[in-house]
């Protein structure tokens, strides 16, 4: 792996990590609601680690994980076409987790699959990034009359919405090393 290549990669555990660590605080403060991102950020920080650091088994014990991760989000689709976002997220990580315990190296995953799941999360990343850039774009009159920032819901729904946009990027990125 190049040096890039390493950076890179611990750029992207760290944006994980923080995105899930930020979700893991809402869960504190919400009772609940950012449950499903602080798991994944967190094991999306786990599987961004570079190959080279992590062993077979961790990739293995990730994908039992992302398994029973999307079998929860099957569960709350009863509550609601949310979760199904969540439950395409679980079904990625699994398939990658799966992918790198099986001892494939890059390349190796089902083109197909890997395809559509590129596509899948390429439209998240460009819907979540106009949909945030439309959400902070100066329409609040407090904060276009004050000229500061958002008052406190609307700025963490905003800060929500980029932790959501900063995993959907790094599934991107992790599936195009695959």
Request: aromatic share 6%.
């Amino acid at each position: 792996m190049s040096a890039s290549a390493a950076v890179s990669s611990w750029l992207l555990v760290l944006l994980c990590a923080v995105s899930g660590a930020y979700c893991l605080g809402q869960v504190r403060r919400s009772g609940g609601g950012a449950a499903g991102e602080a798991v994944m950020g967190f094991g999306m920080a786990l599987m961004a680690v570079p190959v080279g650091v992590r062993d077979g088994w961790q990739a293995l014990a990730l994908g039992t994980v992302f398994c029973a991760a999307a079998l929860h989000a099957v569960w709350m689709l009863r509550g609601g076409v949310h979760h199904a976002h969540h439950l395409v997220g679980s079904l990625a990580m699994a398939y990658m987790a799966l992918t790198a315990a099986a001892g494939y190296g890059h390349g190796a995953g089902l083109p197909l699959v890997t395809g559509a799941l590129l596509l899948y999360f390429a439209g998240y990343v460009l819907l979540g990034g106009a949909r945030l850039v439309t959400a902070g774009g100066g329409a609040h009159p407090v904060a276009t009359a004050a000229g500061g920032p958002l008052p406190g819901p609307r700025r963490t729904a905003e800060l929500t919405r980029a932790c959501r946009l900063a995993m959907g990027m790094g599934m991107l990125a992790m599936l195009l090393t695959m």
